[in-house]
């Protein structure tokens, strides 16, 4: 079991990490044309593609390993220990490109939500206050461990999702023939 997990977890983490880091990269960062929302898009759509692993490694265990039984339980089991390997290497992964590579990240990020705000024709004490909020937000994300616990709250919920679909669809108390 513990194989299966760390396999699919691993294979799950590249995946997912090597999307994210893709998308931030070029998309919002390197290209001078920042797509945010496009980013974001292709960021949680690599996710569901990245746990859709979950599933096949909930079923590759059942099948193999388990006689085609397993309870949702173990399945849930299975399924929460894979997320969390795929998610540490995503938060990891971040964290390293964030504080070595595009430490002015928020700073481009804040100022696309202000652009965003102005243009939607926001009143200048809305500007105002989302500025000083952003710029909060900003101090605190240089700490690495809010950083890495508001990057964990970004894909532990997907996962979460992913895993408990998973697991309802592939239970089962019976032996197949």
Same mark, same amino acid.
């Given at each position: 079991m513990k194989k299966n997990i760390l396999v /699919?977890?691993?294979?799950?983490?590249i995946i997912v990490s090597v999307l994210m880091l893709s998308s931030v990269n070029y998309l919002s960062h390197c290209n001078g044309n920042t797509g945010y929302e496009t980013s974001m898009l292709i960021g949680y759509a690599s996710m569901l593609l990245a746990f859709s692993l979950v599933f096949v490694g909930i079923r590759n265990y059942r099948n *193999? /390993?388990?006689e085609g039984v397993i309870s949702f339980g173990k399945a849930f089991k299975i399924g929460i220990g894979m997320v969390l390997i795929a998610s540490t290497i995503y938060v990891l992964s971040w964290l390293v490109d964030y504080f070595f590579f595009i430490p002015d990240f928020m700073d481009k990020y804040a100022a696309h939500m202000i652009g965003e705000l102005k243009a939607n024709g926001a009143s200048q004490a809305e500007i105002a206050s989302q500025t000083k909020e952003m710029a909060d937000f900003a101090v605190m /994300? *240089?700490?690495p461990f809010f950083n890495a616990m508001m990057t964990y709250m970004e894909?532990?919920?997907?996962g979460l999702v992913v895993t408990l679909i998973s697991s309802l669809i592939l239970k089962s108390k019976t032996v197949k023939n």
């Open positions: /699919y977890g691993l294979i799950s983490g *193999k /390993y388990n /994300y *240089k700490n894909i532990l919920p997907v």
